[in-house]
């Protein structure tokens, strides 16, 4: 019913089978790139993914990232068809490709001195990765990075 209300419109709809897994679409983007680009000063997109160093970092997030995903959902008794694949990864890659400069949210806040989503965004995938056993050694690194840029900057 939503999409034949939608569709004489020139809006896409598109939507995901499972609101858990549609956060974790989101987090496989937005905790390498918000991360990274906090994590190394407030840098943008095309900084991370034309940088051999930061590209690999951001792959290996993502691939903690779809671990930790798809051991949440399966947790969650998640259905196969709703688990990240690296087709997923692939794609977010290919869409960071063609940002160019963009500067992710987080990393606005940062250099605006505005509270960032630490907490929300980037410690709970962590803690919710230490309680299912997911090792994620490279998030963990840059939530500690991140939180440490925030206290220096609010001292």
Same mark, same amino acid.
């Given at each position: 019913?939503?999409?034949?209300?939608?569709?004489? =419109?020139?809006? !896409?709809?598109?939507w995901?089978? =499972?609101?858990?897994?549609?956060?974790?679409? +989101? =987090?496989?983007?937005?905790l390498p790139? !918000?991360?990274?680009?906090?994590? #190394?000063?407030?840098?943008?997109?095309? *900084?991370? $993914? !034309?940088?051999?160093?930061?590209? +690999?970092?951001a792959?290996? %997030? #993502?691939? @903690?990232?779809i671990?930790?995903?798809? /051991?949440?959902?399966?947790?969650?008794?998640?259905?196969? @068809? $709703?688990?990240?694949? &690296?087709d997923?990864?692939?794609?977010m #890659?290919?869409?960071?490709?063609?940002?160019?400069?963009?500067?992710? =949210?987080?990393m606005?806040?940062?250099? @605006?001195?505005?509270?960032?989503? $630490? +907490?929300y965004?980037f410690? /709970?995938?962590?803690?919710?990765?230490? *309680?299912?056993?997911?090792?994620?050694?490279?998030?963990?690194?840059?939530?500690? &990075? %991140? @939180?440490?840029?925030?206290?220096?900057?609010? &001292?």
């Amino acid at each position: 019913a939503f999409y034949d209300l939608w569709a004489p =419109s020139l809006v !896409n709809v598109d939507w995901e089978l =499972s609101l858990l897994a549609g956060r974790w679409r +989101k =987090s496989l983007w937005n905790l390498p790139f !918000n991360g990274i680009s906090v994590a #190394m000063g407030g840098i943008t997109v095309d *900084k991370i $993914v !034309n940088d051999q160093g930061l590209r +690999k970092l951001a792959y290996a %997030i #993502m691939d @903690e990232t779809i671990t930790l995903a798809n /051991t949440d959902l399966v947790q969650h008794g998640a259905k196969e @068809e $709703v688990l990240l694949t &690296q087709d997923d990864k692939k794609l977010m #890659m290919a869409l960071s490709d063609n940002m160019g400069s963009y500067r992710t =949210s987080t990393m606005l806040d940062f250099t @605006e001195g505005r509270p960032m989503e $630490v +907490k929300y965004l980037f410690s /709970t995938p962590v803690d919710r990765a230490r *309680k299912l056993g997911v090792l994620v050694p490279h998030l963990e690194t840059i939530v500690f &990075q %991140i @939180e440490a840029l925030e206290k220096l900057r609010d &001292q």
